[in-house]
């Protein structure tokens, strides 16, 4: 577990980048980093440390951050972009030109220019608001594309390998360490019953048919900044989980987080459904932020995608129900199982729409 940062640390460190701090407070909602509003005589910044005990490289990710920001800002500058600081995260180097500082105990610190007149919604209101986001998502698959450098890290590894997440799930089942799993034996049939969907898309990498991209791997909508005045999606945010995937993993996470009528952890999984107007939202906000970069069967298999990224969830909410609750955290008894359940109740929905929906994805392309 990474420790408490101690109240005076944070101003020194953002000394050591060479800013010239008046105030520094906590800012934001995130659980992970430590974050940090920089307000000074210069332009406000934004100062992180990396919580190494989830991201336990911290400077291998840097480095991918990095080596992403530089690519993006090169190709806004190359097309001609405005604003170019508004449109993509800019790292703060130190005096000696690092992006990144260790300090004393070993932690890993960053600094980003503040994009100001912006906001990143933890709700998605509406369809356009939908398409907005899912577009930025797009357009960083696009910016990403003419990417020839080092491969990138793998910040998680095996993080959508969704082979093994049917096998740790089938695992915990026999282990059944706390006695759970006669009570959920229907969800627990319906989804070891579904080994080959679970493992489609990365049998369509091993064929060759999906090519290995850089994908953002936490595409939440709250994740994109919001123009205030016009509502433009001006930035991809959370860069932590850069590292190559498949870009259906990305839109999937959309789809499973944005196109459904309820919340991830409804007691009353009936009420599941696709919201259709919200999917064709991201879908065509999606690839038209992605353009050309995509190949066929990345534009097509956008409704697999989300069947597949659904059930991966499934897997994971349903196994850390089994395992006593120790991964993700709950605040009520059942809500690891409430979250499974909407999962595989979003998978048999998507199933269901599955003709009309495919029709709509084929008809953007």
């Not at 259906?248 to 259709?276: H, I, M, N, Q, W």
Request: overall charge negative.
């Amino acid at each position: 577990m990474t420790p408490p940062v101690p109240d005076e640390l944070p101003t020194a460190v953002a000394a050591v980048f060479g800013l010239e701090p008046r105030s520094v407070r906590r800012y934001g909602g995130g659980h992970i980093n430590d974050t940090y509003l920089v307000e000074g005589s210069r332009a406000p910044h934004i100062l992180q440390r990396i919580n190494d005990a989830v991201f336990t490289h911290p400077v291998e990710l840097m480095d991918n951050v990095s080596r992403v920001t530089r690519h993006v800002r090169a190709r806004l500058v190359r097309d001609g972009a405005d604003d170019v600081d508004r449109r993509v995260l800019t790292l703060v180097p130190t005096p000696d030109g690092s992006d990144w500082h260790v300090d004393a105990n070993g932690h890993v610190w960053r600094v980003f220019l503040f994009i100001g007149g912006a906001t990143s919604h933890e709700v998605v209101t509406s369809p356009e608001h939908a398409y907005r986001s899912a577009s930025a998502f797009g357009r960083f698959q696009q910016q990403l594309a003419d990417y020839d450098g080092p491969r990138l890290y793998e910040t998680i590894p095996r993080f959508h390998d969704t082979v093994k997440r049917y096998a740790d799930f089938a695992a915990v089942v026999d282990a059944d360490p706390c006695g759970r799993a006669a009570e959920v034996r229907e969800e627990i049939d319906w989804l070891l019953g579904r080994r080959e969907l679970a493992g489609a898309m990365l049998s369509l990498q091993a064929e060759g048919v999906l090519p290995e991209r850089i994908t953002h791997n936490d595409t939440k909508l709250s994740n994109v900044l919001l123009d205030d005045v016009t509502g433009e999606a001006l930035c991809v945010l959370d860069l932590d989980t850069v590292m190559p995937g498949l870009c259906l993993y990305d839109f999937a996470d959309l789809c499973r987080s944005g196109a459904t009528t309820v919340a991830e952890d409804d007691p009353d999984a009936s009420k599941v459904d696709v919201d259709v107007p919200m999917f064709e939202a991201l879908a065509e906000g999606y690839l038209s932020g992605a353009g050309s970069a995509l190949q066929p069967a990345e534009r097509e298999l956008l409704v697999l995608a989300g069947e597949v990224m659904t059930l991966e969830q499934a897997y994971r909410f349903l196994g850390d129900h089994l395992a006593g609750d120790t991964y993700y955290q709950t605040s009520r008894t059942g809500q690891n199982l409430d979250r499974a359940r909407t999962q595989i109740a979003l998978v048999k929905a998507l199933q269901r729409h599955e003709p009309s929906l495919n029709a709509f994805v084929a008809g953007l392309s």
